[in-house]
């Protein structure tokens, strides 16, 4: 059981006597890494962290309406942390505080602890896996395998009345592979994560994971480069969602919006933005996800939230100061790292709903053009919607079918201008997932997609 549970509450108030908005954060996580490269333990990695965030929200004629004030402390002593809100708000702080309930508490669902498998366990699997796909896979010439684990207990509270406490438990296991032939380096990616513990492991086999992407990089030495130039492209459900978060995702989080980083959707509320079969939706509450929560870091209950529905821009993804400043209640996407970092506007499983076409078809239709089944990093600048990303597996497609695998392709465009351009949703969904960063802080995501089908994207690659 987490420390959390044995505070006071009565100890924390006198931090929130303030007519300004106040908020408490209190944090304790537990997590182990292992990183395995080269045929050996490279790293591993093991502790806790426990501290305070405090953070007061003052209105202000700022172009974000409010001038913060936060804080942290390591360790959860009230004393200390009362003497910084005594630093952050100095004569604002006092009067009679109101008393704290216990917190309203939401624990996810574990089968088994991952604390509770041997470290012993957990390097054997690295060690097996990589002598595997070695013995496998002989133009092999680097294998990097992670595996990290984390336990994360947060309180919440705020001069409101908000009292919330949720525990998360998260696993996760990576593989990349690079493989080599006559000078050229191709390499493939696997991930497996998400809201569960060492179950996860049991469920989905890491050989098959790993042995993936070991053949997706030994496939791609023996494929051409892909051609380069404008051409329909088709993204299977398996690619994930890479591309609605970098193109679309970033760009509807309210803070871009308000600060003018995202012009493209600023005063679109209520405007077509997408065909109108198309639905973009977020929504923490999804079970077993990596991104997602019953509460965000400001303790708002967590809520699907669709941004875009039918074609039409409904909301943005906000927190408490965005959406004060535009004049209705946060809708639950306020997220942190921890508690040395203050709360921001985020994204947590974000999809493009299915359609109803046949993905089968879909390829069937395409005469001429790329399809990509696995999709690698990427990037957007919010301010342009510009995007590009890798290609981690694709083909080129003549007459719906699959022609030959290609290698070194990118898709690059404008979110905004893709967005609209789609004509086709299958009726299927893939998930991928990462750790986002923004502002410097890295959280939890999974993204998710149908099969879609892009009339004229520009694709990086060979030019004939």
């Known amino acids: 059981m987490s420390r959390l549970l044995q505070l006071r509450p009565d100890d924390w108030a006198p931090l929130l006597s303030t007519e300004d908005y106040a908020e408490a954060y209190l944090e304790e996580s537990w997590g182990t890494s292992l990183h395995f490269e080269d ?48 630093r952050l708000q100095g004569p604002a702080l006092g009067g009679r505080a109101k008393p704290l309930a216990a917190p309203a508490r939401a624990v996810h669902p574990v089968t088994i602890r991952p604390e509770e498998i041997g ?38 509270f705020t001069n409101d009345g908000g009292s919330r406490y949720e525990e998360r438990v998260a696993t996760l296991f990576v593989a990349d592979v690079t493989a080599e032939k006559d000078g050229i380096l191709q390499t493939g990616h696997e991930v497996l994560g998400g809201m569960k513990g060492w179950e996860l492991i049991q469920e989905h086999d890491p050989f098959r994971l790993a042995r993936g992407a070991a053949s997706r990089a030994v496939a791609k030495l023996e494929a051409p480069a892909a051609k380069a130039g404008e051409m329909p492209v ?17 760009s509807l989080e309210a803070d871009h919006v308000q600060e003018g980083t995202s012009p493209a959707y600023v005063g679109k509320v209520g405007k077509v933005v997408a065909p109108e079969n198309l639905s973009i939706i977020d929504d923490p509450t999804l079970p077993f996800q990596r991104g997602s929560f019953v509460v965000d870091d400001e303790g708002t ?6 941004v875009v529905q039918n074609g039409v821009l409904r909301e943005y993804l906000h927190d408490r100061i965005t959406a004060t ?39 069937a239709e395409l005469d ?36 030959h695998r290609v290698r070194d392709a990118n898709l690059l465009g404008v979110g905004p201008e893709t967005l609209k351009s789609i004509d086709r949703l299958g009726w299927d969904i893939g998930w991928g997932i990462g750790t986002c960063g923004k502002d ?16 004229r994207m520009l694709v990086g690659g060979r030019h004939d």
Do not use: C
């Not at 054997?124 to 002989?138: C, I, N, Y």
């Not at 088709?234 to 970033?250: D, M």
């Not at 970092?341 to 046949?358: F, Q, T, V």
């Not at 802080?441 to 892009?454: E, F, N």
């Open 368 to 403: 001429r053009g790329l399809y990509v089944t696995r999709m690698g990093g990427g990037q957007v600048n919010t301010a342009t919607g510009e995007f590009v990303f890798e290609v981690d597996e694709g083909f080129w497609v003549e007459g719906g079918k699959l022609k």
């Open 119 to 156: 470290l012993e366990v957990k390097t054997k699997l690295l060690e097996d896996v990589d002598r595997a796909l070695r013995s496998e896979f002989p133009l092999i010439r680097q294998v990097s395998l992670t595996y990290a684990e984390r336990r994360k207990a947060f309180w919440v």
């Open 440 to 455: 410097g802080q890295g959280v939890p995501v999974s993204d998710g997609q149908p099969t879609l089908r892009i009339p």
């Open 301 to 306: 209950p967590a809520r699907p939230t669709a």
């Open 234 to 250: 088709v993204l299977a459900a398996s690619a994930g969602g890479t591309f609605v978060h970098e193109a679309i995702g970033h």
């Open 325 to 363: 400043k535009d004049g209705h209640a946060p809708n639950g996407h306020a997220r942190r790292e921890s508690f040395r970092h203050r709360p921001i506007p985020r994204m947590s499983n974000l999809y493009i709903a299915p359609g109803s076409d046949d993905p089968a078809k879909i390829l």
């Open 39 to 86: 045929s050996r333990t490279e790293e591993i990695a093991s502790g806790a962290d426990v501290g305070a965030g405090l953070r007061y929200l003052r209105r202000s004629s700022g172009p974000s309406g409010f001038e913060t004030r936060h804080g942290s402390q390591n360790g959860l002593d009230p004393a200390a942390a009362l003497q910084l809100a005594k």
